[in-house]
């Protein structure tokens, strides 16, 4: 059978002439986007063949320019009896893998809330020793004469090695005269020695912050000596092929074969994106001393192949929410493997890692805060599920809601991750109600992000395109608005002008999505203020966290009824908030504390037990909110464009 | 090819005509002894064929009665086109696997020295536990309820979980509604969960004591909530075939891929012999919690893999003596993988876990002891290695000497281990000289062993038919007596007594070999002693430890001049008492304390590093002693007998 190579990965595949190009690169584990299942029709598997020949029936749904290119369908696309290279493009997004600039998500967080050198403390050390010679009189062993060497700079404490090192101590201490670099991982006064090497490797030293989102999976290698971050990547959690949100995951996971396919999906695109961030930095995933992850409970249950089918059953019951002492090797994930992978502990069944790391970007949990002296804070982290804390220095309250992967691109028809192609702003001409757009890597639009469909849907309703029931316009023609029988559908970029060849629209049933998703995150925020007796109003500030796009205008999300009507300059955008707490706990054992003292302390609201909830819910249903009183800004912006 | 299954293993192997059923056993992983090297004049490989028909050319050099039985020489037996069924007889010793009562070596030791009833401690633990159901506003995980539970009984601490058995969990505690039993292992204030069962398990709880000797390896199953031990299995270390002695280990392990092969070798006859032990009680190897390791550095440096070189280089330095936390995964014994395996320290190069476990069996480590009022003590283990002890409360003084395998029947002719057809016991008569032998479970004997031997060159030194240097008596005729050219041999029994149909010869190479062996031990204590200022007569008690036979006659190794003359009532003999050691420690918490304490005081002596060590050996050359005068009462013994 003729070889496939798959570029940029490698992977190479045998596969029978007559087989789809599609079938071929899953058969080799690679994921190309398929939401329309193989009919050729959404031009998502879009590859370029580099060499040798295919059969390529329906080109025609690619433009012009794009076939001249080499570029084909690969759903569309048969292998003849003849070798082929194909590259499968980064704007794919999927397994590419998508840089963005290491140090772009710390920025976001205020400065004075990241960790200062003098909190520098990474969990995992590098540490020079000058270990005596053997003497014959002394009767030390190798191990002996180490751990006194160590004890002199460190005190007295348990010291433990794993058999794996202490196989390599007699040789690593002869080969410099005694000089070698020990890694550890301090516990208290215990010292796990999970490496030594010979000679001067201090400078050999780094980490991992993990980010397991439903949807998406992010690492981000750090240089430990001076917590600077050296690189990001991430891509789609590879578990999507098994369910969109965690409800279906944990449905999919019912039998022990499937939580271990679960575990090993999740696994794989986080070794990959380990692979790939090392590589591009020139480090030995064996080098990597420490992972910190942050996920929610689902996810993390998922990645330590805890059975998570107790998460969805009444009382909802996770197996775990602070995680023990866990080696790389027991995890599974591909760094040292007596090196620690520690997990930001959870809170409930619904709020995670990811909430107890993300609130270290906010004023929540500093304690030189301002804030401090009872000022209220909000934090919402939106992804595929929403969650919320709220409080003070004296009181923490969390909750989760189920907002679906909308804002991820996810159950939209040419929804996508802010990846190059993507829509991230668009303007609605007043007149004539057509889109201008701008894409990421201002490329030709392969789909639009969650930034991208706000921008949209808070035009279309200022501008009257749409009404406050996600219903658009059909008193009045314009050359954007297609109206089919009940259903009417927005083009956002023709065919000649889409990357894919193919028209891309948003329908009603889209927005109807998105207002749903919407709604869920503003009546948690406001049921959860409710139960306190008080308003959006008591809020001095709202830190808002998620992976909807590279930027969030918070404008717009106030006009679509996403945030509240309040001040801008109470809101901070965070970014993946999640991997930049996992970044901090990484460097910094104080942030550790801070951050499991602030899960000791929050308190888990369980949404579906309270009956409020749905009427704050189908109240939101609607741009901004049925309650317009609720937005008077927006309510006069509107006024203002009639 | 036609299958041989070979009993009682079970062990099935296809084999071509034509091959022999040493070669075929063999392939198999089964070894079968055979020091003449297949040439069908040793006996020792000899099999029974159970069913099917062989190719059997010599069946000559086995008895008669033998034949009858189906009994054959697997060397010097072919295969033919047909199955087979062989069974291969325990008394072969080879991986048969020999029973020894498991409470025999235990009744050795003196009552008031094993741990009490208020001692019994076991480092493992189970613990039963009813943990409460999880409840909705509680917000505790599964693992948050049965670490509150655990706590209630056992006050704060760190409670550690391996991901193994974080994953039994939730299914654990809704199995009995929350009733669970714990398996742990105490270290200080940190708990170290290893498993979690439903229901009350207390009762399947059981530990091993392993003795790793550079000729045997034992393996004692002790059924933990009483202290009592349930069965011993002893075997080979399958590393003989890589060389009998320590040193010829280490330079066998002179490459990582031949260090792994001894660490595979010793690893499946210990894995081999817990299968064994386990099988004939009824327990799972991974119902076994703990395993308590004792053997000398070399064995300890082989068994985990440490490459074992510098031991035999100046200036002797192991890798490590005290070991740390191990896990029965890491070491690779097959018993519950997250179970502790503890390492008994070592002292010196030469000087290891078997002698810190041994000394339990004795005064010197016993708090209680009347000794403790300055009154001297002696150990010595008498095994390939021989190891010395001396001291009191104030004081531990240690060294080792190479002794040989003499004493377990190795580079003996007709020597063997303690098993079933050794003679054990020998009696010369003064008139002719010749023997009346006994032999372990009074079946005709094979070969002599350690115990026997000493019988029997002290009878033949007492009787006169032979000499202090070890020479048999040329003058005088006697049927026993074999004199060729300038050697002669002792005939232990004819051909026609003899279970392998051929006779049983002692050389006077092997008197040598014994002689030597004896010196070495000898001449060790008598250095030590001179060391201190002292002579043996200053020793209130001698404790003789080894595996040379199932007794020893005190006095007979003193006119050998293997032990001091002194009062008998100043010896205890105690066996084994490095697997009796190992069992205290994995029985008593109190007891591994007192050994780690007692490990930390001795003092090691390095035997090649004394000049005046070959002085005293070469003096104890001779039978009993060249200085007779230490030996008032072997002289009078030899007047009278004269």
Redesign the interface.
């Known amino acids: 059978m003729p070889e496939i190579r798959f570029l940029p990965s490698g992977i190479v595949v045998e596969a029978a002439a007559g087989t789809s190009l599609l079938e071929a690169a899953r058969a080799s584990g690679l994921e190309l986007d398929s939401p329309c299942g193989g009919k050729g029709t959404c031009g998502k598997c879009i590859v370029r063949i580099v060499s040798g020949d295919a059969d390529s029936e329906s080109l025609g749904t690619l433009s012009r320019t794009v076939v001249a290119e080499g570029y084909v369908l690969a759903c569309a696309t048969r292998i003849l009896g003849t070798p082929l290279v194909v590259e499968i493009p980064e704007r794919s997004g999927w397994k590419g893998g998508q840089f963005t600039d290491a140090e772009e998500d710390l920025a976001l967080v205020s400065r004075e809330l990241l960790p200062t050198r003098w909190e520098f403390e990474p969990l995992a050390m590098k540490w020079l020793l000058d270990v005596s010679e053997?003497?014959?009189d002394e009767?030390?062993?190798?191990?002996?004469r180490l751990t006194r060497s160590f004890r002199k700079d460190w005190g007295k404490g348990e010291?433990?090695?794993?058999?794996?090192v202490?196989?390599k101590?007699?040789?690593a201490l002869?080969a410099e005269a005694g000089r070698v670099t020990v890694s550890l991982i301090r516990d208290g006064d215990t010292f796990r020695i999970i490496d030594v090497e010979p000679g001067d490797r201090t400078s050999r030293h780094w980490g991992l912050a993990i980010d397991i989102g439903t949807t998406t999976i992010a690492v981000q290698l750090v240089f430990l000596p001076l917590a600077r971050p050296v690189g990001t990547r991430n891509d789609y959690n590879a578990q999507v092929s098994c369910g969109l949100d965690v409800i279906s995951r944990i449905n999919y996971a019912r039998t022990p074969a499937r939580l271990e396919e679960l575990r090993g999906l999740a696994l794989g695109t986080i070794n990959a994106l380990i692979g790939q961030v090392c590589g591009a930095h020139g480090v030995k995933p064996e080098e990597v001393a420490n992972a910190v992850v942050a996920g929610n409970p689902t996810m993390t249950h998922l990645v330590?192949?805890?059975?998570p089918?107790?998460l969805r059953l009444?009382?909802?019951?996770?197996?775990?929410?602070?995680?023990?002492?866990?080696t790389a090797r027991?995890?599974g994930i591909g760094i040292n493997p007596e090196s620690w992978v520690y997990f930001c502990p959870?809170?409930?069944s619904y709020v995670g890692g990811d909430i107890t790391a993300g609130i270290l970007c906010t004023s929540l949990v500093d304690p030189a805060a301002k804030e401090a002296e009872g000022t209220l804070s909000l934090f919402i982290d939106i992804g595929t599920n929403g969650e919320i804390v709220i409080g003070n220095h004296d009181f923490l309250m969390t909750c989760a809601c189920s907002a679906g992967p909308a804002f991820e691109g996810g159950g939209i028809d040419c929804g996508m991750r802010a990846a190059v192609g993507a829509i991230e702003r668009v303007r609605v001409d007043p007149e004539t109600g057509s889109p201008a757009v701008w894409t990421v890597g201002n490329e030709k639009p392969r789909g639009i992000c969650g930034s991208g469909m706000i921008c949209l849907l808070s035009d279309l309703y200022l501008t009257g395109w749409m009404d406050g029931q996600g219903r658009l316009a059909r008193d009045r023609p314009s050359p954007a608005i297609e109206v089919e029988g009940r259903r009417a559908r927005y083009l956002l970029a023709p065919a000649e002008e889409s990357a894919t060849g193919k028209p891309l629209y948003i329908t009603e049933t889209d927005i109807d999505n998105i207002i749903r998703a919407k709604a869920a995150i503003y009546s948690a925020c406001s049921m959860i203020l409710g139960k306190l007796g008080l308003g959006f109003g008591d809020l001095g500030h709202l830190y808002i966290a998620g992976g909807f796009g590279r930027f969030l205008d918070i404008g717009q999300a106030i006009v679509l009824g996403l945030l509240p009507d309040l001040p801008r300059d109470r809101f901070t955008y965070l970014g993946n908030s999640s991997l930049t707490g996992a970044y901090m706990v990484l460097v910094s054992r104080d942030f550790k504390e801070r951050m499991e003292e602030a899960a000791d302390r929050m308190?888990?609201i369980?949404l579906g037990?309270e009956s409020e909830y749905m009427d704050h819910y189908t109240a939101s249903l609607f741009i901004p909110h049925t309650d317009l009183g609720r937005f008077p800004t927006v309510a006069a912006a509107k006024r203002k464009a009639r």
Request: aromatic fraction near 12%; hydrophobic fraction near 35%.
């Open positions: 053997p003497k014959r009767g030390l062993s190798d191990l002996d010291v433990f090695y794993p058999l794996s202490i196989r101590v007699a040789d002869r330590l192949g805890l059975k089918e107790y009444d009382p909802y019951t996770p197996t775990a929410s602070a995680l023990p002492y866990l027991e995890v959870s809170v409930g308190t888990y369980d037990a």
